[in-house]
């Protein structure tokens, strides 16, 4: 299939030819749906932790005998019931991670911009030529181009283009290998360069 490519500078427009298997697949909501879920309880920390009884120091002499006090009978003073005691049901760290095949989740990066491509999500520029990093030069740029709430994405991270955008509202710039499901997913546009859309190719 052929997508048009926007020169900035000139305002002219071209076209590239692209691979059908990677931009014109069907949409598969299950396996986004798996990746997009994988990859978020991937970035979950599960570092949460509490004592429980046996890893609360002290406690190992009883309080008091076990009959003749009048008490009801205790054996620690680290138990749940009692100050400064355990946690009955103690958090412990978890690893949330998920399984998720190489194959799958280059499948699903794959239908995501095919999904884009077929909703006139994906925008293909020749190159953002930003030369030095001023908010203003990202927002001339984004309204010559039409879009808010866009991913703007290179084949290599532009220092210049990142200074720029990140004081914008809902503006996010990546490289190719930062792509994530969640990202692609979580913009209404996505802006990639020309550059940026063979790289990405030669990868899927």
């Known amino acids: 299939m052929k997508l048009k490519v926007l020169n900035i500078s000139t ?4 076209t ?14 299950s396996l986004v749906h798996q990746v997009t879920t994988a990859y978020m309880s991937g ?14 120091s002290g406690g ?19 138990g749940p019931i009692w100050r400064s005691g355990g946690v009955t049901f103690a958090a412990t760290p978890k690893n949330y991670a998920q399984k998720v095949n190489k194959k799958m989740y280059k499948g699903a990066i794959s239908v995501i911009f095919s999904e884009l491509a077929r909703s006139e999500r994906l925008k293909i520029v020749k190159g953002f030529d930003i030369k030095e ?27 210049n283009l990142y200074l720029s955008s990140r004081n914008l509202y809902h503006v996010g710039v990546c490289d190719t290998q930062s792509i994530d499901p969640v990202s692609l997913i979580g913009y209404d546009n996505v802006v990639v360069t020309e550059a940026a859309l063979k790289k990405i190719e030669a990868m899927l």
């Open 16 to 29: 590239i030819e692209v691979a059908d298997t990677i931009f014109a697949r069907d949409f598969n909501q």
């Open 133 to 159: 990093p001023k908010t203003k030069n990202i927002s001339a740029l984004l309204k010559a181009l039409n879009v808010k709430d866009v991913l703007l994405m290179t084949d290599e991270l532009d220092e």
């Open 43 to 56: 970035s979950r920390q599960g570092s949460k932790a509490q004592k429980n009884r046996s890893a609360v």
């Open 60 to 78: 190992g002499k009883r309080p008091w005998a076990q009959k003749g006090t009048g008490h009801a009978r205790a054996g620690t003073t680290r």
């Open 11 to 14: 305002n002219k427009s071209s």
